[in-house]
């Protein structure tokens, strides 16, 4: 089945600075890949996502990036802002449902310094 | 808006007590999910739901039960609690798009 691995478990930056957060899948089947923020407190929440056919995808200051040869995809917040801070979770899975589970990562734990 | 919520915020329960976390949606949405949440270990699935009255284990299924009786209600049984089990339980929907909505969670404590 399916293994998701993300890096690092935490990242702290100063604000204005990027934030990269790198998952790793093992299905070469999972073609759609979601990334949640979860602020302290508070429920996960879809903050973007990304599915095979394309390489790259952004809305304002957050983008991620799939490179399916290497079985990775990555997350990247520019001018980073205190309201960043949260654990941020990447995710895989087949669509069309082969399975209806969606596999998450271990989460990453990002703090955005003033 | 999609609405999911979740009967408690916090529980506190003793070893070997039966205990219930119930979740609702008002979306309409076929399947639901829940899991639990502990630091460095991320979400973990329990058990889903692909449409009333069926379920599914997921990966950490045991010690735990579930039924779904109506659409819009799936509840988490924890027959005999124990300390182990203490952790965040998030209930979740999926929507047409594939996106996975959650409820606030419930933080379990089993003394």
């Known amino acids: 089945g399916e293994n998701v691995e993300q890096h690092p478990s935490t990242l702290s930056v100063q604000e204005g600075d990027s934030a990269v957060i790198k998952c790793t899948y093992s299905d070469s089947a999972s073609n759609y890949f979601p990334w949640y923020k979860q602020e302290l407190g508070k429920r996960p929440q879809l903050i973007i996502d990304i599915r095979s056919n394309v390489g790259e995808k952004k809305d304002q200051r957050i983008a991620v990036t799939l490179n399916k040869t290497a079985k990775h995809f990555s997350l990247h917040i520019t001018e980073t802002q205190p309201e960043d801070s949260a654990v941020y979770f990447c995710a895989a899975k087949q669509i069309p449902d082969s399975s209806y589970k969606l596999i998450f990562g271990s989460g990453t734990r990002l703090l955005v310094r003033p | 808006d999609v609405k999911v919520t979740q009967s408690s915020r916090y529980l506190v329960k003793r070893t070997g007590e039966k205990v219930f976390l119930e979740c609702v949606q008002d979306m309409d949405h076929e399947n639901m999910f829940w899991y639990r949440q502990d630091p460095g270990l991320g979400l973990r699935l329990i058990y889903f739901?692909?449409?009333?009255?069926?379920?599914e284990k997921g990966d950490i299924p045991e010690g735990y039960s579930v039924s779904r009786e109506k659409k819009e209600r799936f509840s988490l049984i924890l027959e005999s609690a124990s300390t182990n089990q203490t952790s965040m339980y998030l209930c979740?929907?999926?929507?047409?798009?594939?996106?996975?909505?959650f409820g606030p969670g419930t933080r379990l404590t089993v003394l």
């Open positions: 979740a929907t999926r929507g047409l798009a594939h996106e996975q909505f």
């Open positions: 739901s692909y449409d009333v009255k069926m379920k």
